[in-house]
């Protein structure tokens, strides 16, 4: 039977974090035999392409593609893992996450049924301490249908999360659309490109389907914690990346319903990145364009974010990195206090389940005593029955041992 959905893993030095990433594929119930799983391995060098072979061996539809030089961001790998997938439908997976058990056969359910070029989710948050928060982004709507983008132009708005999407290989295919290589917001250019283009696209706006991992940040070693230079230019190359998108199709009216969020979000990792006032007077540079594009539309900003903005647009570099510097002081105290407010809302709670242990033990102990008293009641009422009977007289010795017992 050939394969309905091919998803694609990037992965590089993930280690056993991996098995449970491809055990919540396994466990999917469409049947893991609809699926083909196609691992692109980019040039790990830990214990990962160990564990990709105890899948392989057991699975003929896991698939392991060895890239012999790592290519350091994951546009390349799901490429390649794009040009192999043999399935209808085409989906991407980050290597330390996880889909909810019936993700794929509801996304699959959808976009076939509405026959869609692509179905969307919402997604969670996880920590590694268990606890989970759901990501919700849109309208308070169940579920969204359009037939294209001019329906409803608010979707290029919604985060670009590519791990949440099922896609139409065919249209893909034929609409030759493909990830940006060697750069960051790739999956921005890819959910644009795909939105511009897509006949047909659902969001399911009330479904948590993916359960995208947040590992502790000292940690952690992925791309989405490193705010140097090198960070924030590859962030600045995704972003002309799709504005080029935005160009090519004649779409430059939606710059900013897309761009308002992704520049207040580029100024975040600019104020708090670990960069040097020279590094930093290099990325304004290259990025003030976009900032100047902006400010010619309408649009709407944090208003902490508004004066670096207006600096940054009109060239003035040095004013906004004095200001990047002062907010930095004030952003990462917040963040400590913000920090020290969840230790306390734990330790809150750990002494709320405490007392409520305790309570529940005090009630245990309680209607133990009551059962017991109850016994030594019906015991003792039975032994007065026993003294006052006339056809039951006790011995001495028995009545010292009844009295012993009632005391």
């Not at 699975?59 to 890239?67: K, R, S």
């Not at 060697?182 to 389907?209: M, P, R, V």
């Not at 309570?359 to 032994?383: A, C, E, M, P």
């Amino acid at each position: 039977m050939k394969n309905k959905i091919s998803i694609i893993i990037p992965v590089y030095n993930i280690g056993k974090e991996l098995e449970k990433t491809l055990n919540s594929l396994i466990k999917q119930t469409i049947g893991i035999e609809k699926l083909e799983i196609i691992i692109v391995n980019d040039c790990s060098t830990d214990d990962t392409a160990d564990i990709i072979k105890k899948y392989t061996d057991k699975y003929d539809n896991f698939i392991e593609i060895t890239l012999h030089q790592n290519s350091g961001l994951p546009g390349k790998p799901r490429n390649i893992g794009l040009r192999t997938a043999t399935s209808e439908f085409i989906m991407f997976m980050d290597h330390d996450d996880c889909y909810a058990e019936d993700a794929m056969e509801t996304l699959y359910n959808k976009i076939t049924e509405e026959n869609a070029d692509m179905v969307f989710c919402n997604f969670k948050f996880v920590f590694d301490d268990g606890a989970a928060k759901n990501i919700s982004t849109y309208k308070n709507k169940p579920e969204i249908k359009i037939e294209t983008i001019e329906n409803d132009t608010d979707f290029l708005a919604l985060s670009p999360s590519i791990w949440t999407k099922m896609f139409r290989r065919s249209f893909i295919l034929e609409n030759n659309i493909l990830f940006p290589e060697g750069i960051l917001a790739e999956d921005l250019s890819f959910f644009i490109n795909s939105l511009l283009k897509a006949n047909g696209i659902i969001f399911l706006n009330n479904y948590y389907g993916y359960y995208y991992r947040i590992r502790n940040t000292e940690l952690d070693k992925s791309t989405i914690h490193i705010r140097n230079k090198k960070y924030l230019y590859a962030m600045i190359l995704g972003y002309i990346d799709t504005y080029n998108i935005l160009i090519q199709n004649k779409k430059d009216k939606y710059f900013p319903v897309i761009f308002n969020g992704h520049l207040e979000y580029w100024m975040k990792c600019f104020v708090m990145g670990d960069i040097t006032r020279s590094e930093k007077i290099e990325l304004l540079n290259e990025v003030a364009f976009l900032f100047k594009k902006l400010s010619k539309f309408s649009f709407n900003m944090n208003e902490s974010y508004l004066l670096l903005f207006n600096k940054i647009k009109n060239d003035e570099f040095n004013d906004a990195i004095l200001i990047s510097e002062v907010s930095s002081v004030f952003i990462k105290k917040e963040l400590y206090l913000q920090n020290q407010q969840l230790k306390l809302q734990k330790a809150n709670q750990d002494l709320k389940k405490d007392n409520q242990d305790l309570k529940k033990d005090n009630q245990d102990l309680k209607k133990d005593n009551q059962d017991l008293k109850k016994v030594n009641h019906s015991y003792n009422d039975k032994i007065q029955k026993m003294e006052t009977s006339n056809s039951w007289k006790l011995t001495k010795p028995l009545r010292i041992v009844v009295s012993s017992i009632k005391k």
